[in-house]
């Protein structure tokens, strides 16, 4: 079954053009940069506080000028550190390019750099960095992927934190804490949902990142791959990848697009255990986990 139409909601829309002129250059000498690096140090157990971690869900991420928001933090076997965003946040393409197993991505060992206050202006201040070595787009052109729902929705990347920034990393959600678990029960019309934003076109003013909304029912036809919802206010273009968490504060999905038709400025979060049993099944990390908040889940609006 198609996809209905849809915009992806990173920060590579013709507005943002002027943003990304702005790190062009610094962005190709990142590219240069070997994707073979030291091994990390081992990130268990010796997570940031919640309070100063600099690196955490709802983190600003830049890909060559284009911002998206940091989903959740992972780590493998070995106890590397990866934080998560959309795929289509390193894609090449249009905003209306939602098809991965069609549309073109930056490469696997592109730099990522985390940030926080960004804002039309600028970018912000970089608080850490990390390389780009899994993405659902990539590994699906790879794969030769041709299931319409898991091509529209599978929308996951991964960003290894580089070894001098894994102590500044954190798994907690702000404001709301979690996540408790991996939700694998989806979503009926009616549940209530919490996830944190952090577009740059709110000027990095953080009160207006946690957002709550209200599931618009699972669609049956598209395998489970995807939970429309309504939220206040929206997910708009840099909210890519955010968290969604559950009313018991377990994982749901990934913000990815946002829907045109039939239900305008409703948005689409694909389903995190599909997302991430794809990854564990196709991306050679060894052991791929998504780590628990330490903050319990408090959904205090």
Known sequence: MAAPPSAALDGRHPFMRTNRLLTALAGAALLATAFLAAPQATAANTWAPAATAKIHPGTMMYTEGAQCTANFVYTDGSGNAYVGYAAHCAGTGTATDTDGCQAGSLPLGTRVTFNEGGSLIDEGTVVGSGTLVYSSWVTMHRLGTTDANTCAYNDLALVKVDAADVSKVNPSVPFWGGPTGIDTDGTAAGDRVW????????????????HTGISLGDDAADGGWSHPLYTVSPGIPGDSG??????????????STLGLAPLPASNNIGDI????AFAQAHSGISGLTLVNGTEPFDPVL
């Open 242 to 255: 955010s968290a969604f968490l559950s009313t018991d504060g377990k994982a749901i999905g990934v913000l």
């Open 273 to 276: 255990a599909k997302e991430l």
């Open 195 to 210: 996830t944190y934003g952090n577009s740059s076109l709110r000027f990095g003013i953080s009160q207006l990142s946690p």
